[in-house]
């Protein structure tokens, strides 16, 4: 079946950095889009950024924009999330998520697009 494992998570200070991964099984990798969503304590999960199925379009809300980077590796089936900069705002539950799009390079910042979720990483920023 269809398996999305997050990991790189952890704590870190303010202004650190971190690189979360989402590695995926079960699925053709490039066939999908993979986004990344965060839920904070108390708040909805919002989106926070995606990549096309061949990696050739990307997307971030604005608030991570110049800081976050998302990338990915088809060949380990793996996509990554680098985030800078880092602020006590970015503490959240991260979690990737694949959108079956085909040869097609769109993205989507629509969760109920997303069809399989990963259980998700826990990143803590302190102050």
């Known amino acids: 079946q269809v398996q999305l494992v997050e990991s790189g998570g952890g704590l870190v200070q303010a202004g650190g950095s971190l690189r979360l991964s989402c590695l995926g099984s079960?699925?053709?990798?490039?066939?999908?889009?993979i986004g990344w969503f965060r839920q904070a304590p108390g708040k909805e999960r919002e989106f926070v950024a995606a990549?096309?199925?061949?990696?050739?379009?990307?997307y971030y809300v604005d608030s991570v924009k110049g800081r976050f980077t998302i990338s990915r590796d088809n060949a380990k089936s793996t996509v990554y999330l680098q985030m800078i900069s880092l602020k006590p705002e970015d503490t959240a539950v991260y979690y990737c998520?694949?959108?079956?799009?085909?040869?097609?390079?769109?993205?989507?910042?629509?969760?109920?697009?997303?069809?399989?979720w990963g259980q998700g990483t826990q990143v803590t920023v302190s102050s």
């Open positions: 990549i096309s199925g061949k990696g050739g379009r990307t």
């Open positions: 998520a694949a959108d079956f799009t085909g040869s097609s390079v769109e993205v989507t910042t629509t969760q109920s697009e997303y069809r399989y």
């Open positions: 079960g699925l053709i990798f490039s066939s999908y889009a």
